[in-house]
């Protein structure tokens, strides 16, 4: 698998742009870059994903670069809801057999977010 | 109804008991997972359904048994499980299991083996 790099930890103001990066220097063509993030005592929530053009959602936006080996998470006004673990996964893709394909989760460790009142 | 609920909440058990995990979605999603989350580590997929068929089974010991009885249901029946099982066990559901379709998770069972 596709692995991530990503730093542990960052810290932001609240209403402030959060911009949380991640190297993947081993991505494929085919492999799509998705963030999910895990609030405190929660499951993972999906926030965004894209394969080369940058992305936008009603959540965040993801800004890649040309060569694909890196891209970032922006939050474009950060809130003291956004405090959570932020995970860029390479979506893998396994056949089953059938021969579906999957889209397997493999997380990394993540950044923990902080965000300041 | 975007919601995947577990049960229960919380669970302990010693290591001859036999319990199970429930998971259910309304969603009309044909692909379920399961994911276990020791304390400060990010989630590992232990199980895919697909269509109510087993796909993946990322090496889990056999005292973990994943069942798929409908296409809104997942258990996960645990027998003599060990002191180092104990953590968050996430269900996840998502349409089908391609590349594309979010996937989305319960709030997980948080399980203590003595």
């Known amino acids: 698998d596709a692995k991530t790099t990503q730093p542990n930890s960052m810290e932001s103001n609240e209403e402030e742009p959060v911009h949380l990066p991640c190297n993947h220097s081993t991505i494929s063509g085919t492999d799509y870059i998705h963030w999910y993030r895990q609030l405190p005592s929660q499951g993972p929530e999906y926030v965004i994903h894209g394969l080369t053009s940058n992305v936008n959602n009603r959540m965040a936006s993801l800004a890649i670069a040309e060569d694909r080996k890196s891209s970032t998470l922006i939050l474009h006004r950060a809130t003291l809801r956004d405090a959570a673990v932020y995970y860029c996964?390479?979506?893998?893709?396994?056949?089953?057999?059938?021969?579906?394909?999957?889209?397997?989760?493999?997380f990394g460790q993540g950044t923990i977010l902080t965000v300041h009142p | 109804d975007t919601e995947v609920t577990q049960t229960p909440k919380h669970l302990v058990m010693g290591m001859t008991n036999k319990k199970s995990l429930k998971c259910e979605q309304h969603m009309g999603h044909r692909a379920m997972y399961w994911y276990k989350q020791k304390a400060k580590k990010p989630p590992e997929l232990m199980f895919v359904y697909s269509y109510e068929k087993l796909s993946i089974n990322e090496s889990v010991p056999s005292r973990f048994s994943p069942e798929c009885p409908n296409s809104s249901l997942l258990n996960l029946h645990l027998h003599a499980l060990q002191p180092e099982d104990s953590a968050l066990y996430l269900c996840?559901?998502?349409?089908?299991?391609?590349?594309?379709?979010?996937?989305?998770f319960g709030p997980g069972t948080r399980l203590t083996v003595l």
């Open positions: 996840a559901s998502s349409y089908y299991g391609g590349l594309h379709n979010e996937q989305f």
């Open positions: 996964i390479l979506r893998d893709v396994t056949p089953n057999a059938g021969g579906t394909s999957y889209g397997k989760l493999t």
